[in-house]
């Protein structure tokens, strides 16, 4: 059994704005072993960016609060650290990318200047020796004409480029952990197919792990290994991406599953699930997911499911669950 | 039988102005030389990267850019020469909606308002009958009557969509120029959206012309799918034939770089290669050869015309070798999944 390089326990994470409390992250954990590519998943607000910047603590606060909760990684709580302990983490052992390169990267200082400061600060790296590793990590994410690139700003890329020396500047320092959230959602589908396939010879040759949040089924049926499905801020279904995909028991991981539209079917009327995320001001008592859930009770609807597992490394938190057999008419399956 | 919508040669190209004197420095070729047809009643999809001219396209096509050359028709009429009278009249007939309905709906409007300004200004309501047509759009988008009296701030971007599409359905168009109109919703919601523009399009028989880059929703909606590069349609075909049997190199190349949410298929290295093209530095010859697996000195010195190659349109060289069938064969969806939606949906019709 391999240990997880990072776990994350029970976070909560409250944001407060003009008296009221927004619970927008409620009790998320997962664990992210060695060398695997966990896929974070879940619908727009959903809470998968703020888990992943409290993770990096990179949430202002206020108004953002880490009600609870513990980030355990290399035997430490991250959320005990100090804030220059927590800095040497960042962009040392712990990298992240973001949709968008410019919150990363500065437009006044070039690439090849930006990647040489962090190979100073987390590696001690300087001078020739730090060039040239910067333009080495350039023509790893396959920058074409690095050792010319090295010396343009952000401004003089595209979009897709700017991508790459993002993952370049993340990956300078051999991080254990990259956190990538939603790294190829702004790109067209070529450039993202190619920014995808660097980040698996990377964790291939490296043996990152890898903490990828996308909003895109099929990103997650391409990269990951392993899948935590998240919706209005609480973990509703985790397990093995081929148990995810070949069994799923949520009623909203299966709408979700059912509404992408696949280039490999028929055409046909896509599966909608009606209604929409509730706001994080709702209050709701039970079951996040009960007012749009066909199979919804009084129970659901007044006791809030925990997760459970119903197959080994499979967990859904759903009281139907398995739903196999269930059927509000009282049919039989 | 004529088409219901007809261009030809339409082009649209920005000069490029630099420098205090803003003398022109160049063009930005953003559509050249488009030409195809639209039966009514069918949807036209438009692909390709980001960039190669979709949404000038899109609006040439109303004259919300005012073309550089080229015609259009709608059925008889020449939109292309109508004054601006006319265009005012015929822009009844051609709406468009766009990826964020925010940005082109009045946040000072309430809905009833949005949905009232175009009834009353083409005179196809009063001020007698003018409440119960809003009242039937907003019934046809799948809205709330409550919702009336809202504005654009107060909705879901989902719901948001359904406005602009009630507003573009108020002067009962025969075209729609649909500009990426699920790109910025979430999948539970897009699917939402999908399925009312195909059932408004069933009951309304309206046309659209559907932009988009995510082939698999255009596999969906789509009856026939033109694909651009860097301004020119490269191929167009039925959906069918594209997708089983795409001629283009580009078009396999974006068909292959689709992931698709199956994590048993098949997991191939990307075959993109290359970044996205600029408009404004044109390569010699066939535009797409410096990414081309296929290309030799005659496309790097050579544009290839589209012409018909089988039931396809291809401006390929080597359109007839370049075959590959059976490129996306079509799959079942997972049994578990049918099962387990075929609960919930059982579960969903005894609610009712
Ligand atoms: N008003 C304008 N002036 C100058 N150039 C323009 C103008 N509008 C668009 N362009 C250029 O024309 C080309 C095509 O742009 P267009 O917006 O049609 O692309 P698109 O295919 O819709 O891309 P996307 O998928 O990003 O929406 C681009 O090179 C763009 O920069
Ligand atoms: N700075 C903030 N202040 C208040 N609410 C916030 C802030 N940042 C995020 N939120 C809220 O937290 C929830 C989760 O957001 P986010 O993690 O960005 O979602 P996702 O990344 O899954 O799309 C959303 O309801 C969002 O509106
Ligand atoms: S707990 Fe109840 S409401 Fe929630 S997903 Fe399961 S069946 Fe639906
Ligand atoms: S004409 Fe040549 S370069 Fe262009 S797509 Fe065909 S094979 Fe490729
Ligand atoms: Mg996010
Ligand atoms: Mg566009």
Known sequence: ?????????????????????????????????????????????????????????????????????????????????????????????????????????????????????????????????????AIELLDTVRLPSPEKRVDDYPHQLSGGQRQRVMIALALANDPTVLIADEPTT???????????????????????????????????????????????????????????????????????????????????RLTAIPGSVPPPWERVVGCRFAPRCPLADDRCRNERPTLREIAPGHEIACWKAPIEGVSATGGQS | MTALLRTEGLTKHFPVRRGTLRRQAGTVQAVTDVSFQLEANETLAIVGESGCGKSTLGRALLRLHEPSGGKVWLKDMDITALNRQGLREARKHMQIIFQDPFGSLNPR???????????????????????????????????????????????????????????????????????????????????????????????????????????????????????????????????????????????????????????????????????????????SGCAFHPRCVLADDRCRAIRPELRQVGQSRVACHFAEAAISDNVVPIKADSPALMRRLAVLEQARAGQK
């Not at chain 2, 019934?139 to 969509?161: I, M, T, V």
């Open chain 1, 186 to 268: 702004a790109l067209d589908v070529t450039i993202q197919a190619q920014i995808l396939d660097l980040l698996r010879d990377l964790q291939e040759r490296t043996g990152t792990a890898v903490l990828l949040i996308t909003h895109d089924l099929g990103v997650v049926a391409e990269t990951c290994q392993a899948v935590v499905v998240m919706y209005a801020g609480t973990v509703v279904e985790r397990g093995e991406v081929g148990a995810i995909f070949a069994d799923p028991q949520h009623p909203y991981t299966v709408g979700l599953m059912a509404a992408v539209p696949r280039m490999d079917a028929l055409q046909g």
């Open chain 1, 1 to 133: 059994m391999v240990d997880p390089v990072l776990s994350l326990r029970d976070l909560d994470v409250r944001f407060n704005s003009d008296g009221h409390q927004l619970r927008v992250v409620n009790g998320v954990g997962f664990d992210l072993m060695a060398g695997q590519t966990l896929g974070l998943v879940g619908e727009s607000g959903c809470g998968k960016s703020v888990t992943s910047l409290a993770i990096m603590r990179l949430l202002a606060s206020p108004p953002a609060e880490i009600a609870g909760g513990e980030v355990i990684f290399e035997n430490r709580d991250l959320l005990k650290l100090s804030k220059r302990e927590m800095r040497e983490m960042r962009g040392g052992r712990m990298g992240m990318i973001f949709q968008e390169p410019m919150t990363s990267l500065n437009p006044v200082y070039t690439c090849g200047s930006q990647i040489i400061e962090s190979l100073r600060r987390h590696s001690g790296l300087t001078g020739k020796a730090a060039r040239e590793r």
């Open chain 2, 109 to 283: 409007m309430t809905v009833r308002e949005t949905l009232s300004e175009p009834l009353l200004l083409h005179g196809l309501a009063t001020s007698a009958t003018v409440r119960a047509e809003a009242d039937r759009l907003i019934d046809l988008c799948g809205l709330a009557r409550w919702h009336a009296e809202r504005y654009p701030h107060e909705f879901s971007g989902g719901q948001r969509q359904r406005v602009g599409i009630a507003r573009a359905l108020a002067t009962r168009p025969m075209l729609i120029v649909c500009d990426e109109p699920v790109s910025a919703l979430d999948v539970s919601v897009q699917a939402q959206i999908v399925n009312l523009l195909q059932d408004l399009q069933r009951e309304l028989g309206m046309a659209y012309v559907f932009i988009s880059h995510d082939l698999a929703v255009v596999r969906h909606i789509a009856r026939k799918v033109a694909v651009m590069y860097l301004g020119r349609i490269v191929e167009e075909a039925t959906t069918e034939a594209l997708f089983t049997a795409p001629r283009h190199p580009y078009t396999r190349m974006l068909i292959d770089s689709a992931p698709r949410p199956d994590p048993a298929a098949l997991r191939h290295k990307a075959s993109a290669k290359g970044g996205t093209p600029s408009a404004l530095a044109m390569p």
